[in-house]
């Protein structure tokens, strides 16, 4: 569906492009587990979230969560999906010592949602989308971490130590069709379900905190070619950037082996990221069996029709739609980008843009002041003392020429530090900028006055020197004068011989 | 398509995560394969119109509020443990030195 | 006073203070010392906490409360949870296991006044007939210590019949209460599927398990079931209707009453005494005012067949879990596949293997569709053969068991074991409430005793009042629950 192949991606002379497909599975924002009433947080002590349903002792039962049932809804609708009229849970059968019941709880041929449409901004400029398979529910796994190994990997460990705090926290599994082809639109993609989930509030989706974690399929096939070549499924990716690395190797990898005429092998690959390779994990001829059958123990569901309607009506305006709507207002990609991405930055640049009609400006503002200003103290642009209604009021002073920018900045630190309003300081401390030519002309000539040899400079040629008395009229005037006209008057005064 | 002779109790045994001794692999062999000759009178039944019952008493969306339940107390689980260490399970090493496997979710 | 026999007078007596719960729990406590090595109905005997239970019950009475199972003994079959108590299903892998919580219909009746005496044997993880698959105690029959007691709810209807308990809990996926009943003389009833909380019973088949009192009579049945009956929060499959409550429902003859008796449960393939003996019981039924009126249940001859699909599938998942990690047992090995493999190998005895191993089967790759979903629809079609029988008839009358109970041993074949619930595996596909009310004695040729018949009873879908009512009048014409073994027979204990 996307148009731009892999760049310049060939065997021996032919063209190729990489097929990629996306499974994300993301962990849902609830206060309880999917199937039982312990708290689902990030980081609590050890085995201190359980009980017997998520520890899966023997006689406990499962109950599913109204709220994570809904919020994958959402996630789907977001997206355009279809939710069928019956989905019900089944078990996938295979045993784990981080899986307590040896089986997990999933959705096989019914999930929550179906299809779907990703659109997405590659940071170069262009647009792709990517179709959604499907959504579903399904439960977490507990934790392992690995002792007695030097680097806490499997490997060379005697014995694993398990933490079931996230055993059953409800996780949804974001399947996609094999529309993606490079790793930047992998990216894109990505960070566009992150951007989507975040503002629905369906997932904090922290990659560090494990609350989304993706695996990468991924063949390769002549340009052109509507057959899929053999795939590779690539695991263990922490980070956005270590997802487009890992796909950047295994294109590279893949195209090497094709260019040496040799097989691609179906199997599971790990990334390493110190190496900046995949390396082999088993290979599926090691066939599963997962037997899944339909749970028992959990009844189908059924959103009826009002459920739906009630759940996209709860969606608000989503982020790719104002993304759109920045572009269309002449905001550059990067920074309609960076607004979207920097929580409540885009909500209050609306607010902003809005009450002074300014929408460049504000921008300036946002992206420019006073994110450095967020940066410097850590407290971000929304939750700061400059209100949407302080900034905008500060806009309009710049815009009707009352104050000047170098006052602006100056103010704007002002109102980080304490609060209160641009046009209330403005007036009761005397900023408003001085228009007035016969006021500049008495501070002009007070500065030719004192820089004579500067004066003769600039008679005799050196032009550049403007800048210097400029400025020099600028301090005299405590920052108020208009830059415009000190400079415009500055000039006048040079030009006219007989001065001195 | 239902051949009654037709089990692998090897295989199934693995899946099941059950040694057997060959001893018992035969034994095991020769009773399941008569309980399938037995159950493949379902054959007899025609069946091809008629939807599977998963619940024989029809019920849809038995839900829960999300509203947070007392968890156990810890040293109670962990008391339970057939081996701990500190505030966790421990468990055996997850699988053979060469084949490292990664996590399924 | 000696302490009544049924849990009905004894609610009452003790809401009157004419006895303390705490009197009746050492009374009970001391049969029990003495009776249990000739019946082995006891994994666990829990005396002390009978003991505690009864003196919070005391003083409950003494404040004013009264509680409809005030002071009564209740035996617990050990796949049901009772916080801090071993739980062990019968299993090795099991056998150390304290439960950390308590099954939601045990707490009710508990809640209700019951003393918990003890938790009872079964077959390993509910799966048997005769009770010999438990790997951890046998049980005798009160009416023949040669014989099984049935199961796999064996240790709770042997306590009920040899007067260890007034009250028993059993679990019943495929007949496993209404068949130990008849074989040891008591009333065990499975409600409809979904009536009873499943919460803290442990999983043999999800679809099919309902938890369901033993007790002397009719009326401690309906008293218990009333009482533990109802949705439960924390069972996703506990039904939400409300419950009628049947105790006050009995009736005493049965005008007008339909019932029906089913074309393909012929009595030729029992024995000639066996025989006579249910064609009496639905002469009675008869006498009593009923129509007697011809069913059929097409389908029902591949009830067995459908069950040995469903439950082992259902059963192989749902053991899965005990694997060695979390709790239970543990058998090293050199990695973690090994340590699976070795703690299942020696934690299960034959039976469960058997099971687990077919419903793998069942379940796995290209047999899914020939195996599971093909029962699957079998058992819709089993359900639907019902719910045209009881257009014609308010209940169906079946023998409980296809035979009196057996010697030990006499069943090494798994199949002929497995036939023993053919009369009650049909109703447990269907979701139906169904008991087993004593209808009779018979002499076998290979015995001295006489030992008790169960009459089956089922009616539609939550009809537990009208199923209680009719079973209440049978028992109260026919006088055949009144008998009681010659270990039960002589309660004279004062207290
Ligand atoms: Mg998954
Ligand atoms: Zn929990």
């Not at chain 1, 487009?244 to 990898?253: G, H, K, L, Y």
């Not at chain 3, 924390?234 to 005008?255: E, I, Q, Y």
Request: proline share 5%; net charge negative; with cysteine.
């Amino acid at each position: 569906m996307t148009e731009a192949p892999h760049a310049g991606l060939a065997v021996n002379g032919t063209p190729y492009e990489s097929v990629i497909g996306i499974e994300c599975h993301v962990e849902l924002r609830t206060q309880t587990k999917m199937f039982c009433g312990c708290r689902n947080v990030f980081g609590a002590e050890p085995n201190s979230n359980v009980c017997p349903t998520c520890l899966g002792m023997p006689g406990a039962l499962p109950v599913p969560n109204r709220l994570a049932l809904e919020l994958l809804v959402k996630a789907g609708l977001a997206f355009g999906a279809d939710i069928p009229a019956f989905s019900k849970f089944d078990r996938k059968n295979y045993f784990y010592p981080d899986m307590p019941k040896d089986y997990q709880i999933s959705q096989y041929d019914t999930p929550l949602t179906q299809g779907g449409l990703v659109e997405f901004w590659v940071r170069d400029g262009t647009r792709g989308r990517c179709r959604l398979t499907r959504i579903h529910l399904e439960e977490d796994t507990g934790k392992s971490s690995h002792a007695g190994s030097r680097d806490g990997r499997i490997a060379g460990s005697k014995h694993s130590l398990v933490d079931f705090n996230r055993a059953g926290v409800p996780l949804m599994e974001c399947v996609s069709e094999p529309d993606i082809r490079t790793g930047p639109q992998a990216v894109a993609y990505l960070e566009t379900l992150k951007r989507t989930f975040v503002a629905l509030g369906v997932s904090d989706v922290k990659m560090e905190e494990g609350s989304l974690r993706c695996d990468v399929n991924l063949s390769l096939r002549p340009l052109g070619s509507s057959a899929y070549g053999t795939k590779t499924e690539i695991k263990n990716m922490n980070s956005f950037r270590s997802v487009e690395r890992a796909i950047e190797s295994e294109i590279a990898r893949q195209a090497a082996l094709l260019a040496r005429g040799e097989r691609i092998v179906q199997e599971t690959r790990g990334w390493d990221e110190a190496a900046g390779t995949t390396h082999s994990m088993r290979s599926k001829e090691e066939a599963h069996d997962y037997r899944y059958f339909p749970d028992p123990d959990l009844s189908p569901i059924a959103f009826a029709g009002d459920d739906i309607a009630r759940l996209r009506g709860e969606l608000g305006i989503l982020p790719n739609a104002r993304i759109e709507r920045f572009i269309s207002d002449g905001v550059p990609l990067v920074q309609a980008l960076q607004l979207i991405d920097t929580p409540g930055l885009a909500a209050y640049y609306e607010t902003a843009a809005t009450l002074s009609g300014k929408p460049q400006a504000t921008l300036n503002f946002v992206l420019g002041d006073l994110s450095r200003l967020a940066n410097e103290t850590g407290i971000p642009v929304h939750a700061s003392r400059v209100t949407a209604s302080a900034l905008a009021e500060l806009v309009a002073l710049v815009d009707a020429g009352t104050i000047n920018s170098k006052t602006a900045k100056d103010l704007l630190g002002r109102l980080w530090a304490d609060g209160g309003s641009a046009r209330t300081l403005v007036e009761s401390e005397g900023l408003a900028q001085v228009s007035d030519p016969g006021a500049i002309d008495t501070v002009v000539a007070e500065v030719l006055a004192a820089n004579g040899k500067t004066v003769a400079d600039y008679r005799a040629g050196k032009t550049k020197v403007l800048g210097f008395l400029v400025g020099s009229v600028m301090k005299q005037s405590r920052g108020k004068a208009n830059p415009q006209l000190v400079e415009e008057r500055l000039r006048a005064a040079l030009e006219t011989t007989g001065v001195s | 398509m239902m051949a009654s002779d037709d089990i692998d109790v090897a295989y199934v045994a693995k899946l099941a995560r059950i040694a057997l001794s060959p001893d018992e692999t035969e034994r095991f062999g020769t009773q399941l394969t008569a309980l399938l000759e037995h159950v493949a009178a379902l054959e007899k039944l025609a069946v091809a119109d008629v939807p599977a019952t998963a619940q024989v008493v029809p019920s849809e969306n038995v839900v829960r509020d999300d509203v947070p339940r007392p968890s156990l107390e810890r040293e109670t689980v962990l008391e339970a443990a057939p081996e701990r260490q500190g505030a966790y399970f421990r468990v055996p090493r997850i699988i053979a030195e060469d084949s490292i496997v990664g996590e399924e979710t | 006073m000696t302490v009544p026999e049924t849990a009905a007078e004894i609610a009452r007596a003790v809401n009157e203070r004419e006895l303390s719960a705490a009197a009746i729990a050492a009374e009970f406590e001391a049969r029990i010392h003495l009776r249990e090595a000739a019946v082995g109905a006891f994994l666990t005997q829990t005396g002390a906490l009978a003991l505690a239970h009864a003196e919070r019950v005391d003083a409950r009475v003494r404040a004013g409360e009264e509680l409809p199972l005030a002071g009564v003994p209740l035996a617990i079959k050990d796949n049901m949870c009772l916080t801090g108590t071993r739980t062990t299903c019968g299993s090795k892998i099991l056998e150390n296991w304290t439960a950390p919580y308590t099954a939601t219909a045990v707490q009710r009746l508990l809640d209700a006044g019951a003393l918990p005496v003890g938790k009872t044997n079964l077959d390993e993880f509910a799966m048997g007939s005769s009770c010999e698959n438990s790997a951890l105690g046998t049980t005798r029959n009160p009416w023949d210590r040669e014989r099984v007691p049935g199961g796999s709810s064996g240790g709770s209807v042997a306590a009920v019949a040899a007067g260890e308990a007034v009250l028993a809990l059993g679990s019943d996926t495929g007949g496993s209460i209404r068949e130990p009943a008849a074989f040891c003389g008591v009333v065990g009833f499975k409600p409809t599927y979904g009536r009873v909380s499943r919460y803290g019973l442990i999983a043999f088949a999800s679809s099919l398990d309902q938890i369901g009192p033993v007790a002397r009579t009719v009326q401690d049945a309906a008293r218990c079931y009333d009482v533990m009956a109802g949705h439960d929060p924390l069972d996703a499959t506990s039904l939400a209707r409300p419950v009628a409550a049947t105790h006050n429902g009995l009736r005493d003859d049965l005008r007008g009453v339909r019932i029906g008796l089913v074309n393909e449960f012929t009595l030729s393939a029992l024995g000639a005494d066996v025989r006579a003996t249910y064609e009496r019981a639905y002469a009675d039924l008869e006498g009593l005012g009923a129509d007697l009126v011809d069913v059929s249940l097409p389908t029902a001859d591949y009830g067995v067949a459908t069950y040995y699909l469903i439950a082992p599938a259902e059963c192989s998942s749902n053991l899965a879990r005990f694997d060695g990690m979390r709790y239970g047992l543990r058998v090293p090995g050199a990695d973690v596949a090994e340590t699976y493999e070795r703690t299942r190998a020696a934690g299960f005895g034959d039976e469960v293997k058997r099971r687990i191993l077919i419903g793998t089967h069942a379940l796995s790759s290209g047999y899914y569709d020939a195996y599971y979903v093909r029962a699957q629809k079998a058992r819709t079609l089993i359900a639907a053969d019902f719910a045209t029988a009881f257009q014609r008839c308010d209940a169906i009358a079946a023998p409980a068991a296809a035979s009196e109970a057996f010697r030990f041993a006499a069943k090494s074949d798994p199949y002929s074991m497995y036939l023993m619930d053919y009369y009650t595996i049909p109703m447990s596909l269907a979701g139906l409430p169904a008991l087993s009310v004593p209808c009779g004695f018979v002499t076998p040729p290979d015995g001295a005793h006489p030992l008790p018949l169960g009459l089956q009873l089922t009616t539609p879908l939550f009809e537990e009042r009208t199923l209680l009512g009719i079973a209440h009048a049978y028992e109260r014409a026919t006088m055949h629950a009144s008998v009681r073994p010659p270990i039960a027979a002589n309660e004279t204990a004062r207290v």
